[in-house]
């Protein structure tokens, strides 16, 4: 085993003693952000998020851009494996409201597993061909080619869709009702198009 590559693994992961960087990691994970973004969305000021942004892009976590004065921020794609496991839950969720390990208020499996077994989908995505962030991609998209109050049923067979739907549906304000296992072994997802 190699001690130095052990060291500087460890060094990165001292980055994650901070919540407010933990905080940034799950802010990020759907994509890139502002700093301004990511200042409201972990209640911090902009002086403190520029503080930890500026860390974690010199430990080869995160790299930025500025289009004009806005700096924002995103998840160098080398880093985003070892990164998931910092963004998905300790436990599988339970079928009543709370809060979920994002820090954000999601409502996991609205319907029981008879009830969504019955739902007829407005329209049926097929990801299973595609590794995140696909799946979501082909989400957004399919949700808008679907009414208000309709359902989208999203088929994916990448463990980190069951993660990112959830947090993506309450960050635009559908409503996540839930996910089953096909006999296939892939996820069935499902979300009710709400505006």
Request: net charge positive; hydrophobic share 40%; proline share 3%.
């Amino acid at each position: 085993m190699d001690y130095e590559l052990a060291r500087s693994n460890a060094n990165i992961c001292r980055i994650f003693g901070s919540a407010r960087r933990v905080m940034i990691l799950w802010a990020l994970v759907d994509g890139e952000m502002s700093v301004g973004e990511i200042a409201s969305a972990i209640d911090t000021s902009l002086q403190n998020t520029s503080q930890h942004l500026r860390l974690m892009q010199d430990k080869g976590i995160l790299e930025s851009r500025r289009a004009g004065s806005t700096v924002y921020y995103r998840i160098i794609n080398g880093a985003m494996e070892g990164c998931r496991l910092l963004t998905q839950p300790l436990e599988e969720p339970a079928k009543t409201e709370r809060t979920s390990n994002f820090g954000i208020g999601i409502r996991s499996f609205t319907m029981s597993t008879d009830e969504l077994n019955t739902v007829e989908a407005a329209k049926v995505v097929d990801a299973r061909g595609s590794a995140c962030p696909g799946p979501l991609l082909e989400a957004k998209k399919g949700v808008g080619t679907i009414k208000v109050g309709e359902i989208l049923e999203i088929w994916s067979g990448d463990a980190q869709t069951k993660m990112d739907i959830p947090r993506w549906s309450k960050k635009v304000g559908h409503e996540f009702l839930g996910s089953l296992v096909a006999e296939g072994g892939y996820d069935r997802i499902f979300i009710k198009r709400s505006k």
